[in-house]
């Protein structure tokens, strides 16, 4: 099955702790999104990478870090500089064509539960 | 901040009612999605109506975009109890048509009672 995962489903952290989330796809996509979502609230972006081996800034990017060695993989860390980082985190791939940039719609995972204790 | 704006909040109906949710953002677009997402779970796509189209639909989906308004609205006909769940507009106000990710507004809370 052609999909996007993210592992773990639940996440536990000691305060001070550096963690990291892992998101997987195998649709042959070029971009890939980190977004966090609070309760009660819509989706902000974290971080985001239109090609292997870039990545940029999105609007809340402080305390996290990305890497994209690979185009199937795009793993979110979670530094001790995030203050308030509990939150349900959800990974989503579009397919991007370098020169067409239009009417992308996301694909997204089934996210990851963070609680810090 | 928010660029969309979903009203209202949180809408309870019986099953087999229409449900219409709405949307505002604040700055030009290439296009509006609507997504879906169940309590707890990924987000899922609905619907993509691009700046030059006014009304699209699928299946029992009807989304109408008014770009002079800088709002949309998404119908749901003849709703059923597997529609709870909560709907979010989503608009690519970056020059990137959405390659940079989207701007996602809060969404509304549809309950279906049976």
């Known amino acids: 099955d052609g999909g996007i995962t993210q592992s773990p489903k639940y996440l536990f952290r000691k305060e001070g702790q550096n963690v990291t989330l892992s998101c997987e796809q195998n649709l042959n996509h070029d971009a890939m999104y980190w977004y966090r979502q609070d309760p009660g609230q819509g989706l902000r972006l974290i971080y985001y990478s239109q090609i292997v081996n870039d990545f940029q800034k999105g609007d809340i990017a402080e305390g996290y870090s990305v890497s994209r060695e690979k185009k199937e993989s795009f793993p979110l860390t979670v530094t001790s500089a995030q203050k308030n980082p509990t939150a349900f985190y959800l990974c989503?791939?579009?397919?991007?064509?370098?020169?067409?940039?239009?009417?992308?719609?996301?694909?997204f995972g089934p996210g990851t539960r963070l609680t810090v204790l | 901040s928010q660029q969309g704006e979903e009203d209202p909040q949180a809408l309870s109906i019986q099953e087999g009612e229409n449900a219409t949710m709405n949307c505002s953002y604040k700055t030009s677009i290439n296009n509006l999605q609507w997504y879906r997402q169940n309590s707890g779970r990924g987000l899922v796509h609905l619907i993509l109506i691009r700046s030059n189209e006014r009304e699209k639909h699928s299946g029992r989906l009807r989304v109408t975009l008014d770009t002079s308004k800088k709002s949309s609205s998404l119908l749901i006909t003849a709703s059923r109890a597997a529609d709870t769940a909560s709907y979010f507009c989503?608009?690519?106000?970056?020059?990137?048509?959405?390659?940079?990710?989207?701007?996602f507004g809060k969404g509304t809370h549809l309950i279906i009672q049976p």
């Open positions: 989503a791939s579009s397919a991007f064509p370098l020169r067409t940039v239009r009417y992308n719609e996301q694909f």
């Open positions: 989503a608009t690519d106000s970056r020059s990137g048509g959405g390659a940079d990710g989207l701007t």
